[in-house]
């Protein structure tokens, strides 16, 4: 195999012709893994002589992938149209990016390219909270609906309220988040608007129901979408509204289920299978992938690129950075962070560097998370704040609540946040915000 290597602008590109087959593969990845090894500049790969491509050459692109350090970026050039349909059914346009041609990839790796106006301008990125509490799901129950309308009206005592105008005002100035409403009892389930015609979720807990039914609302049953899924774990909590996602059971739907667990099918399968549920997951009309990511590699998926990290929580877990626009949002629950000393050199700092949005377990005090429940695999406020500190994020989403904790005292552990988040502040001021189902964001 003949194997051209030049130079375009600050790139190394590698210019590889023939078939990559099992006869040629070999040369290939040596000299693949030899660049990204030896030389520092970001690597294009232009595919404009490579006839066919098989498995062992596909391989030999993930090689490259896993030995490049993580700054270093690849990508693929000028595949023909076998090739990229090869490339397309192994999915691994989420391994490596493709474009149409070389001045392509120099346009979107160039930051010359992409003026700061075009980045302001970007259209705002959505993120919606279904589902924000941890465990297990809770209900709001007849005394602390109670409890609210009896706070409602101690509150409205000697207030002029004749108007429905007057009353509005009431409820959205005067009354506590705590009485007017609630944080609501979903587990995790958070939506990250894409911007095109396909949905984007972070885990599949019950707060996934009510986003099915949102979707089925907004365009009919006969409308086919397409759901790219990121899971943090398989833990009950985090699959439990998996059953009952009603686009899974229509024909035309595309669920696409990321994650870094091997057992990611079996554990969705075995919540299905009898006698757990009466309705088997072989028989789900929609189409269902599972794709297996591995943590600190960046994939292209819906516009964004996503790079996970592995977490310390019991079966492990990973969060997930998504990034596009100069834009992050970092979801990371299930995490329990253990490290005596949180500064720079901490890895999840650098995970966490300058999001936009950082969504974080704060579903313990840190008393309790480095006493009674040590080992339980959550965190705490105050560790979320210092966390959010370090790296410079911009907003602190408080999330995964403590099932235990009613509106009142969620309400109260957000005041101290807020609080110690004043006091601990280095220069840097980080938002806090509380996150309830039904929240939105806009990025």
Same mark, same amino acid.
């Given at each position: 195999?003949?194997?051209?290597?030049?130079?375009?602008?600050?790139?190394?590109?590698?210019?590889?012709?023939?078939?990559?087959?099992?006869?040629?593969?070999?040369?290939?990845?040596?000299?693949?893994?030899?660049?990204?090894?030896?030389?520092?500049?970001?690597?294009?790969?232009?595919?404009?002589?490579?006839?066919?491509?098989?498995?062992?050459?596909?391989?030999?692109?993930?090689?490259?992938?896993?030995?490049?350090?993580?700054?270093?970026?690849?990508?693929?050039?000028?595949?023909?149209?076998?090739?990229?349909?090869?490339?397309?059914?192994?999915?691994?346009?989420?391994?490596?990016?493709?474009?149409?041609?070389i001045e392509e990839v120099v346009a979107a790796w160039d930051p010359s390219n992409q003026p700061e106006a075009a980045v302001a301008n970007a259209p705002p990125i959505g993120v919606r909270f279904w589902g924000t509490r941890g465990s297990l799901p809770?209900?709001?129950?007849?005394?602390?609906?109670?409890?609210?309308?009896?706070?409602?009206?101690?509150?409205?005592?000697?207030?002029?309220?004749?108007?429905?105008?007057?009353?509005?005002?009431?409820?959205?100035?005067?009354?506590?988040?705590?009485?007017?409403?609630?944080?609501?009892?979903?587990?995790?389930?958070?939506?990250?608007?894409t911007g095109r015609d396909e949905y984007l979720l972070c885990d599949l807990g019950s707060g996934v129901r009510e986003f099915g039914n949102h979707v089925l609302a907004q365009h009919g049953p006969g409308h086919a979408n397409s759901f790219n !899924?990121?899971?943090?774990?398989?833990?009950?909590?985090?699959?439990?509204?998996?059953?009952?996602?009603?686009?899974?059971?229509?024909p035309g739907n595309r669920l696409r289920i990321y994650g870094c667990h091997k057992i990611l099918r079996e554990a969705l399968e075995r919540q299905h299978a009898a006698p757990s549920f009466p309705v088997e997951f072989a028989t789900l009309g929609a189409t269902i992938e599972f794709i297996e990511l591995e943590p600190g590699v960046p994939y292209d998926v819906a516009g964004f690129s996503v790079t996970a990290i592995k977490q310390f929580h019991s079966g492990d877990s990973y969060g997930y950075r998504f990034a596009r626009d100069g834009k992050a949002i970092v979801y990371t629950t299930d995490c329990e962070h253990k490290a005596q000393l949180l500064d720079e050199t901490y890895p999840f700092v650098d995970f966490y560097r300058d999001a936009d949005v950082l969504i974080f377990d704060t579903m313990y005090s840190l008393a309790d998370a480095i006493s009674v429940k040590e080992d339980w695999g959550h965190s705490s406020n105050l560790v979320a704040v210092?966390?959010?500190?370090?790296?410079?994020?911009?907003?602190?989403i408080m999330f995964h609540h403590e099932p235990a904790y009613d509106d009142a005292k969620i309400e109260?552990?957000?005041?101290?946040?807020?609080?110690?988040?004043? !006091?601990?502040?280095?220069?840097?001021?980080?938002?806090? !915000?509380?996150?309830?189902?039904?929240?939105?964001?806009?990025?």
């Amino acid at each position: 195999m003949e194997i051209g290597e030049s130079r375009v602008g600050n790139y190394l590109v590698l210019r590889p012709n023939g078939r990559l087959d099992t006869q040629t593969t070999a040369v290939f990845q040596a000299k693949l893994l030899q660049l990204v090894g030896a030389d520092t500049a970001d690597l294009i790969v232009d595919f404009a002589g490579i006839e066919y491509i098989s498995s062992a050459g596909l391989r030999s692109l993930m090689a490259a992938v896993k030995a490049k350090p993580k700054d270093r970026r690849i990508a693929l050039a000028a595949l023909s149209p076998l090739v990229h349909e090869i490339y397309t059914i192994a999915r691994f346009q989420h391994v490596i990016p493709a474009f149409g041609s070389i001045e392509e990839v120099v346009a979107a790796w160039d930051p010359s390219n992409q003026p700061e106006a075009a980045v302001a301008n970007a259209p705002p990125i959505g993120v919606r909270f279904w589902g924000t509490r941890g465990s297990l799901p809770v209900a709001l129950n007849h005394a602390g609906v109670r409890a609210k309308i009896r706070a409602a009206l101690l509150a409205a005592r000697e207030r002029e309220l004749s108007t429905p105008e007057a009353i509005d005002a009431f409820l959205d100035n005067e009354l506590p988040f705590s009485v007017k409403g609630t944080f609501g009892g979903n587990t995790s389930c958070v939506q990250i608007e894409t911007g095109r015609d396909e949905y984007l979720l972070c885990d599949l807990g019950s707060g996934v129901r009510e986003f099915g039914n949102h979707v089925l609302a907004q365009h009919g049953p006969g409308h086919a979408n397409s759901f790219n !899924i990121f899971m943090s774990h398989v833990h009950w909590d985090h699959i439990m509204g998996f059953p009952f996602f009603v686009p899974a059971y229509i024909p035309g739907n595309r669920l696409r289920i990321y994650g870094c667990h091997k057992i990611l099918r079996e554990a969705l399968e075995r919540q299905h299978a009898a006698p757990s549920f009466p309705v088997e997951f072989a028989t789900l009309g929609a189409t269902i992938e599972f794709i297996e990511l591995e943590p600190g590699v960046p994939y292209d998926v819906a516009g964004f690129s996503v790079t996970a990290i592995k977490q310390f929580h019991s079966g492990d877990s990973y969060g997930y950075r998504f990034a596009r626009d100069g834009k992050a949002i970092v979801y990371t629950t299930d995490c329990e962070h253990k490290a005596q000393l949180l500064d720079e050199t901490y890895p999840f700092v650098d995970f966490y560097r300058d999001a936009d949005v950082l969504i974080f377990d704060t579903m313990y005090s840190l008393a309790d998370a480095i006493s009674v429940k040590e080992d339980w695999g959550h965190s705490s406020n105050l560790v979320a704040v210092e966390l959010a500190q370090l790296a410079r994020a911009k907003r602190l989403i408080m999330f995964h609540h403590e099932p235990a904790y009613d509106d009142a005292k969620i309400e109260g552990v957000f005041s101290d946040t807020v609080r110690f988040e004043e !006091i601990s502040r280095d220069g840097h001021k980080v938002e806090v !915000i509380a996150a309830y189902d039904g929240l939105e964001l806009s990025v």
